[in-house]
Structures are given as C-alpha cells and as structure tokens.
C-alpha cells in the first residue's frame, strides 16, 4: 500500500504563497494519475489539481494561472506551489494517487490532509 504524507499548510494572508508537498512511501512512477483535492468547511470535496505520469496537467479553473502542480518521480514526491492566494482557498488539502492494480483500493490512496488558511 502507498502512504501519503503532506505538508507545507498554514495560515497565510491574502496574496501570499504556500507550497505543498506530498510525498509517496512508495515509488510512484507506477501510478498515472496523482492530483491534490480540497474541502472547506461544509462543502464537497472538490478536484483542484492533477498531474499524470507524463507531466499533463489539469487545474479547477479557479486556480488556474495561480496554482501549478509538479511530480518529481526520482523523489517520490509531488508539489502544489499556491501563489496569490484568496481566502476562498481556505481548504483542508488531500493529496491522492489513483489505483494501479486490482489489490489497490478502488478510490485509491489519500493522505492524511493538511490545512491551508487565508485571512482578509
């Protein structure tokens, strides 16, 4: 099984930046898809980023211009560098990677979550 770990989340003001990482127990050069998510407080999780193994990318068009995602499969390790951000960005934060084989879990694996807050 694959272990996500994120970190990077904290408070910031509007305008600024935060860098996310999350990094993989395992090698993830298997895995197609990784992507980050988000959920703020009485909504639905939503997609805010994906990346596949060939470096597509695919971003919430809210974010788009402002967030970039980035794998680096030699370090396991994927990135969501945030900049300019809103206080409607103000989420918990998962990062995921999809399923590869039949034993993995079919909504694949998910992190613990990190919290990301902008203040006005």
């Known amino acids: 099984q694959v272990q996500l770990v994120e970190s990077g989340g904290g408070l910031v003001q509007a305008g600024g930046s935060l860098r996310l990482s999350c990094a993989a127990s395992?090698?993830?050069?298997?895995?197609?898809?990784m992507a980050w998510y988000r959920q703020a407080p009485g909504k639905q999780r939503e997609l805010v980023a994906s990346?596949?193994?060939?470096?597509?990318?695919n971003y919430k068009d809210s974010v788009k211009g402002r967030f970039t995602i980035s794998r680096d499969n030699a370090d396991n390790i994927i990135h969501l560098q945030m900049n300019s951000l809103k206080p409607e960005d103000t989420a918990v934060y998962y990062c995921t990677a999809e399923p590869v084989y039949d034993s993995d879990p079919p909504n694949g694996y998910w992190g613990q979550g990190t919290q990301v807050t902008v203040s006005s």
């Open positions: 395992e090698n993830i050069f298997r895995i197609n898809t």
């Open positions: 990346i596949t193994s060939g470096g597509r990318t």
